[in-house]
């Protein structure tokens, strides 16, 4: 099936430097998401992206978080700057509508 | 305030028998309810998907029964194979593309 690419798949950083979160959406995919997942707990909605906006954001998306896809190439998560509580696999997800969704393989975050 | 309420929290069965995942909702603003599966260390993939306006979504040896009244739904796994192991997503999105996520069910499925 449609594949989504996230780089890397792990990242470790030391508390307060910057982080991005790569992902290579499904081609023809309008629909771009980030969630956050901590170990063995349940997914959590941070952001939406359509048409070059943030469509909805949920209180996990702090003001650190910054989200963007420049001329159509990756669709990144930025943190700045990265706080410990941010450990946790990133899933970035596409979708063509705004249904069925498409996740990728996730990046490991752990922040020292 | 969890919005997406899933039971149990993990659920074992005998390979043959049928699993049954029970989900719940508290806003009626809900439209496309979907169940996503996961295997450890991978990530989500959707396994099946219903809409208010069905109370029944079939697709082989799964299959959601909902309620709209009660604003509950349920997923069968019959026949319920090793493979199926895995921890299970119940899913709710509402037309503002927020989509939320119960805390999930761990299947376990033994031979």
């Known amino acids: 099936g449609p594949k989504v690419l996230q780089i890397p798949s792990h990242q470790i950083i030391d508390m307060g430097q910057m982080v991005t979160l790569n992902c290579d959406p499904v081609s023809n995919h309008l629909y771009f998401y980030w969630y956050k997942q901590i170990l063995g707990q349940q997914m959590e909605f941070l952001v939406n992206?359509?048409?070059?906006?943030?469509?909805?954001k949920s209180k996990l998306f702090k003001d650190q978080f910054s989200v963007e896809r420049p001329d159509g190439s990756y669709f990144t998560l930025k943190i700045q700057p990265t706080a410990l509580e941010d450990s946790a696999v990133y899933f970035c997800?596409?979708?063509?509508?705004?249904?069925?969704?498409?996740f990728g393989p996730g990046t490991r975050l752990t922040v020292l | 305030q969890q919005q997406v309420r899933q039971s149990p929290q993990s659920l074992t069965v005998w390979e043959g028998e049928t699993a049954i995942l029970n989900c719940s909702y508290e806003d009626s603003t809900f439209d496309y309810f979907p169940w996503y599966w996961q295997f450890p260390r991978e990530s989500p993939a959707l396994l099946i998907a219903i809409r208010p306006v069905s109370n029944k979504k079939e697709d082989g040896r799964f299959t959601i029964f909902f309620n709209k009244r009660e604003k509950k739904l349920s997923l069968h796994i019959t026949d319920s194979q090793p493979g199926d192991s895995a921890t299970y997503f119940c899913?709710?999105?509402?037309?503002?593309?927020?989509?939320?996520f119960g805390k999930g069910t761990s299947l376990v499925v033994h031979p």
């Open positions: 992206f359509y048409n070059g906006k943030v469509m909805e």
């Open positions: 997800a596409s979708s063509s509508t705004r249904y069925e969704q498409y």
């Open positions: 899913a709710a999105y509402r037309r503002n593309y927020k989509p939320t």
